[in-house]
């Protein structure tokens, strides 16, 4: 089973506005944040198990790793 996810518009907006701002402090940092999101929501759309930890601890440290 896909889960099919979809951004609201203020959400997209907000998305394309953090990726800028990463790319201007870093090079590269913002592409490198949009790919690691859209792994994620491939992921979460790949499996939507309501309660599962494990893949939420996934996401969230691999999010961290980034340097948010």
């Known amino acids: 089973m896909t889960l ?3 951004f609201h518009q203020s959400a997209e907006l907000e998305l394309k506005e953090a990726a800028q701002y990463y ?4 090079p590269g940092l913002g592409k ?9 929501l ?3 759309s790949l499996h ?3 309660g599962d930890g494990l893949l939420w ?3 969230t ?3 961290e790793c980034i340097n948010l």
Request: proline share 7%; no cysteine.
């Open 23 to 26: 790319e201007s402090e870093v």
């Open 48 to 50: 939507p198990i309501p």
């Open 61 to 63: 440290s691999r999010m």
């Open 4 to 6: 099919r996810i979809s």
């Open 42 to 44: 491939e992921q979460l």
């Open 32 to 40: 490198a944040f949009v790919d690691e999101v859209e792994r994620a």
């Open 57 to 59: 601890r996934e996401l």
